[in-house]
């Protein structure tokens, strides 16, 4: 058994307001919480294959993004394992290789994390901004609760910085 | 929009007989956001209109902000291209205000920039690019023996062996069978365009692999430079945030030395053992594209790699410049960056001169001015506006920039290896020079440019140890650092030959704060729709007379596409979980 390692990743473009929730809310997870030495959160912004090497030894994976899903905004999500690279169609990613790319090069591999889970929020605006909506700027809190809520599900101790 | 990962082809119905349009939607293999539309007839493309939904308008998160901390927006615009960004954006507020960079930094961020020249063309090879010459699915009935013999017949690279490519035979096996195809599901897979034997199909795959490995590494070589971060965290305006001191662990240091040194060697290694020789056999095995794809003949590069710090572009190790008419034989032209305008005509953007007008990115506007379909459609209005891409033009030509352009201005200004690398390429396949300029032209160029950079990599780490070992550690010209030092009013450039081709940002700072703010990237100058005069932009144009044996299936269109390169700088990535995938969304109690 190899030791357990976590990896929760905050996706998303933070010049293209609420694109950038997942980013975000990373950002205020780490900022706001001692992270146990098996927990590495990255703000992986919209970085694709740069991750891969980020993924390696992973053995469960945490995505935090925004999922646009025809839900009323601000409406939290959650997916599971097979749903994701699914769920994810062709939009994830820039130009290169996005988390689908990268789950599946991962796959191809045999290093794909044995647990995948995503959290996020229906986004409402994904316009030029570094800002997120007002309207969905005060559920990053609560995004930020499940994903916390996620690990504890996991065994790992979350305690407030 | 669609919702499927394998490009849509969306067909005319009531075209006359042997004449159809079709819309390919989205070109890129990965992300969607790029549209093509072409006009067939009897087989052939006869016309075509590019169409991005990019929209820029980064303009709107930086005005107003601290000119020193805008490249760390603008590295955000893109995931494969921060590095190029950021520097751009420094070396645009440094020619603003006159800031001269130490050596050491401009040595590091050649070294960054090269490291993703090496990345990115090799990443776009085989993880992009390949899948349209490559028959991932032939590869399962490849021999792993015959493959063997023909990895060793055109490389001394070590992992050659039958075993070796029945285990990655193998491999692939489980994953098809998973049925979860990934990155490969959207393959013509089995379409008669595909050339390569199984054999070279099974060599290509293992390839595949090994660059992901190989790019593991090599990426090492940004966090070194760069920070931890998956971000550059060390640019500055005015050099770079990391100390050189050999005395000190967290600087760069003997051992740190000697680590990049280790890095460039396996860079170039499998640049020149396993990604060159890869490039000339699928070259040679399809010979018709090296006769087709070419663009508008017209070529810019606002050139990088500065070898000293003069600030002079006769200085960059890729040269500055201008070629006209796929002339090859007079040195290019000098580049005058006054000469570049925007155009907005078939663009959905609305300028206060009109939309006949062209405007310098230093006085560029981006106002909206969207006119396109209002909900699903077939076919835009190509006769308007149609693409959210401004159409840049230099002297009012269309220019096609990136690797090729890169390697046709070298070639024509003389540089030594760049023309060697050509003339021995060109020798070993039997082509004239011409045949340079076509789909298979640009994919050499994207490789031949790889080389030439990775074999510099060496050199310039050396520098930066002899600097260091010389006492020399400065990485920061602080002279201009405060904003009372600077001018009321300035305005700077700033350019990088990005892996993808020119990259221009412009800033206008006043009074400390940043007033506007453009970019053109390589991506808008090459994916551009027609301008004012009509005329096409460069993939536009190299769609014209490329055969399409299966409409419904237009790997050519993709494959000419595809050597361009296409990045949607600035696209949006949202997770897109509607349509049919609404039903497995789990809402959170």
Known sequence: ?161 | MPKTFLPLVGSQTAAPPGSQRIAIDPITRIEGHLRVEVQIDNGRVTDAWSSGTSFRGMELVLQGRDPRDAWAFTQRICGVCTTVHAIASVRAVENALGIVVPDNARIIRNLLEGIQYLQDHVIHFYHLHALDWVDVVSALSADPAATSSLAKSISSWPNSSAAYFASVQGKLQVFVNSGQLGIFANGYWGHPAYKLPPEGNLLAVAHYLEALDWQREVIKMHAILGGKNPHPQTYLVGGMAIPIDPASPAAINPSRIAQLKSLAAQGLDFVSRVYYPDLQLIASLYPEWTGMGGSTGNYLSVGDFPVNNSGNPSAFYVPRGVVWNNNLDSPPQDLDQNQIKEYVAHSWYRYAAGDGAGLHPAQGETRPNYTGPQSDYDFLNTDGKYSWLKAPRYSDAPMEVGPLARVAIAYAAGHPRIKQLVDELLGKLGLPKAALFSTMGRVAARGIETLAIAEQLNGWIGQLETNMNSGNLAIHNKTRWEPATWPADAIGWGTTEAPRGALGHWIHIKNGKIANYQAIVATVWNGSPRDAAGQRGPWEQSLIGTPVADPARPVEILRTIHSFDPCMACAVHVVDAAGSEVTRIQIVP
């Open chain 1, 1 to 161: 058994m190899q030791p357990p390692k976590i990896l929760v990743l905050g996706l998303g473009n933070t010049l293209l307001q609420d694109d950038g929730l997942g980013v975000r809310a990373v950002e205020r997870l780490m900022a706001e919480y001692d992270l146990p030495e098996e927990v590495e959160v990255l703000d992986g912004g919209v970085m694709g294959l740069d991750l891969l090497s980020r993924l390696e030894g992973v053995t469960a994976l945490l995505v935090v993004d925004a999922v646009r899903a025809g839900l009323p905004p601000g409406t939290p999500i959650r997916l599971v394992g097979a749903a994701i690279p699914t769920a994810l169609g062709q939009k994830m990613s820039m130009h290169q290789a996005g988390l689908q790319d990268l789950l599946a090069v991962s796959a191809f591999r045999g290093t794909l994390p044995q647990r995948i889970v995503l959290h996020g929020l229906e986004p409402e605006i994904i316009g030029w901004g570094n800002e997120l909506s007002p309207n969905i700027a005060p559920q990053i809190d609560k995004l930020v609760d499940s994903v916390v809520q996620e690990l504890r599900d996991w065994g790992v101790a979350m305690q407030h910085a």
